[in-house]
């Protein structure tokens, strides 16, 4: 096991107390980017500040068949807010090549929100292949395929507690 669920969960609540802060007085977007993020998702919004102005929204985006990335980013889901105005923080799971988020942050700035940062739950940052950098991160990991908290391989493992390398 990479990540156990106590270390986990004390991280998500420091990344909400730094982005309560941060946002404190604005109209706060959170766009959790289906499905791997709807774990983190459910425990980072439940860490911010009740005083914060807080809506939801999801996107849906496919870039991986199985363990290998393809490399080309197709939109399922729109966002249904509207975000103009809005400081849209974007919530992933996991950046890896940095292609994903490269291209969803790019298509999201044509809808002209206030602001748009990223906040993921892992950065695997020696599998960059774009100079992207997220403004908040809650573990750098190895690079390894990792599951778990909402990551899958084809489908399965997501409801894991925890992080773990994926050994077939
Ligand atoms: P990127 O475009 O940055 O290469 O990949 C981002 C997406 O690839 C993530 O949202 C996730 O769906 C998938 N991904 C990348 N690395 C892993 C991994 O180690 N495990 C799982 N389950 N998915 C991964």
Same mark, same amino acid.
């Given at each position: 096991?990479?990540?156990?669920?106590?270390?986990?969960?004390?991280?998500?609540?420091?990344?909400?107390?730094?982005?309560?802060?941060?946002?404190?007085? &604005? &109209?706060?977007?959170?766009?959790?980017?289906? &499905?791997?993020?709807?774990?983190?998702?459910?425990?980072?919004?439940?860490?911010?500040?009740?005083?914060?102005?807080?809506?939801?929204?999801?996107?849906?985006?496919?870039?991986?068949?199985?363990?290998?990335?393809?490399?080309?980013?197709?939109?399922?889901?729109?966002?249904?807010?509207?975000?103009?105005?809005?400081?849209?923080?974007?919530?992933?799971?996991?950046?890896?090549?940095?292609?994903?988020?490269?291209?969803?942050?790019?298509?999201?700035?044509?809808?002209?929100?206030?602001?748009?940062?990223?906040?993921?739950?892992?950065?695997?940052?020696?599998?960059? &292949?774009?100079?992207?950098?997220?403004?908040?991160?809650?573990?750098?990991?190895?690079?390894?395929?990792?599951?778990?908290?909402?990551?899958?391989?084809?489908?399965?493992?997501?409801?894991?507690?925890?992080?773990?390398?994926?050994?077939?």
């Amino acid at each position: 096991m990479l990540l156990d669920e106590a270390t986990l969960r004390a991280r998500i609540l420091e990344l909400g107390a730094e982005i309560t802060r941060d946002y404190k007085g &604005k &109209k706060l977007l959170v766009v959790g980017v289906l &499905k791997g993020s709807t774990i983190f998702m459910a425990d980072l919004v439940r860490s911010l500040g009740p005083e914060l102005d807080v809506q939801l929204d999801f996107v849906a985006v496919s870039s991986y068949a199985g363990k290998a990335s393809t490399g080309t980013v197709r939109t399922l889901l729109d966002l249904r807010e509207s975000p103009e105005g809005k400081d849209l923080l974007l919530v992933e799971d996991i950046v890896d090549t940095g292609l994903t988020l490269t291209s969803l942050t790019e298509t999201l700035r044509a809808h002209r929100p206030a602001s748009l940062e990223v906040c993921t739950l892992l950065d695997k940052p020696e599998c960059r &292949k774009t100079p992207f950098q997220p403004k908040y991160t809650g573990f750098k990991i190895p690079n390894e395929f990792v599951v778990g908290f909402g990551l899958d391989y084809d489908e399965r493992y997501r409801q894991l507690p925890c992080v773990g390398v994926l050994r077939t």
